[in-house]
């Protein structure tokens, strides 16, 4: 279930201007998230530009949800880690399986947007 499904559909030109404005730019993210303890997990993102080299000073959200699970999200706000081009958050313990991760960044006045897919662990 998408959330908002008719509002995102009147406006799929945005979303796709947004997206290829976003293959332009040529940054990449990766994201690192682990099923975590009782207490809890964490998400990593890393962000590089064309170039290979970090982004710093980004604002970084990130919509998360397990396929199987599309009506319970996460809408987080990632922190700057140490490293270079890192950022992270706590979040509750995920459900191991299939994740859809939705990254915003917001450098200044470019937006970035990228939708990645990956099995959380066991």
């Given at each position: 279930?998408?959330?908002?499904?008719?509002?995102?559909?009147?406006?799929?030109?945005?979303?796709?201007?947004?997206?290829?404005?976003?293959?332009e730019?040529?940054?990449?993210?990766?994201?690192?998230?682990?099923?975590?303890?009782?207490?809890?997990?964490?998400?990593?993102?890393?962000?590089?530009?064309?170039?290979?080299?970090?982004?710093?000073?980004?604002?970084?959200e990130?919509?998360?949800?397990?396929?199987?699970?599309?009506?319970?999200?996460?809408?987080?706000?990632?922190?700057?880690?140490?490293?270079?081009?890192?950022?992270?958050?706590?979040?509750?313990?995920?459900?191991?399986?299939?994740?859809?991760?939705?990254?915003?960044?917001?450098?200044?006045?470019?937006?970035?947007?990228?939708?990645?897919?990956?099995?959380?662990?066991?």
């Amino acid at each position: 279930v998408e959330p908002d499904y008719y509002n995102k559909s009147l406006h799929w030109d945005t979303a796709r201007a947004e997206e290829q404005h976003s293959e332009e730019l040529g940054w990449s993210v990766s994201i690192a998230a682990q099923k975590g303890s009782a207490l809890g997990a964490e998400v990593v993102a890393v962000l590089h530009d064309r170039s290979g080299m970090p982004l710093e000073g980004a604002h970084v959200e990130l919509e998360a949800f397990h396929n199987a699970r599309s009506g319970n999200r996460l809408n987080v706000t990632l922190a700057p880690a140490s490293t270079a081009g890192e950022y992270r958050v706590a979040v509750p313990p995920l459900r191991p399986g299939l994740w859809e991760f939705r990254v915003r960044v917001l450098i200044g006045k470019e937006l970035y947007t990228h939708t990645l897919q990956q099995d959380v662990g066991a």
